[in-house]
């Protein structure tokens, strides 16, 4: 069976949390880690919904929430406002292509070590951050 780990911390966390386990869920969960890179919940539902037209959006919504939880998923917010959800996986900052949407993702030893310099310098504490670039990527700039 594909995605097998997933799946048993998806039950684990749904038995723990005294939570129903349905078919449902482990369908939405195995769209979503076939999709890859950063997906909205309207996505995961144009692609569930030829194959399970029974799975509406409040469903596919409460999942992904769920899988956030439960550590399966990370939400991601970039400035248009929509809620994107990709796989958890080490810290990674984004590249956001404004034309076209892409997103590229990066991780840069360099940029986080200067930021524990900066916040040390101001005796900061940093618990969370991200960078966003937005532009134009290699195949919609002009110049
Ligand atoms: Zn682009
Ligand atoms: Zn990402």
Do not use: N, W
Not at 17 to 33: A, S, Y
Not at 41 to 52: A, G, P, T, V, Y
Not at 81 to 98: A, F, K, M, Q, S
């Amino acid at each position: 069976m594909a995605h097998e780990v997933e799946r048993e911390a998806l039950a684990r966390y749904l038995e723990d949390h005294h939570l129903k386990h349905t078919k449902q869920r482990d369908v939405i969960l195995d769209v979503f880690l076939k999709a890859e890179g950063h997906i909205t919940s309207d996505q995961l539902h144009q692609k569930i919904r030829s194959e399970h037209p029974g799975i509406g959006h409040t469903t596919i919504y409460r999942t992904m929430k769920l899988l956030c939880e439960a550590g399966l998923a990370t939400e991601r917010h970039f400035d248009d406002g929509v809620t994107r959800y990709e796989i958890e996986h080490e810290h990674h900052d984004h590249l956001v292509c404004t034309r076209c949407g892409k997103i590229i993702e990066f991780e840069c030893q360099m940029i986080e070590a200067t930021q524990e310099k900066i916040a040390a310098r101001y005796g900061f504490r940093v618990l969370r951050h991200r960078h966003e670039l937005y532009g134009h990527c290699k195949d919609c700039r002009e110049d």
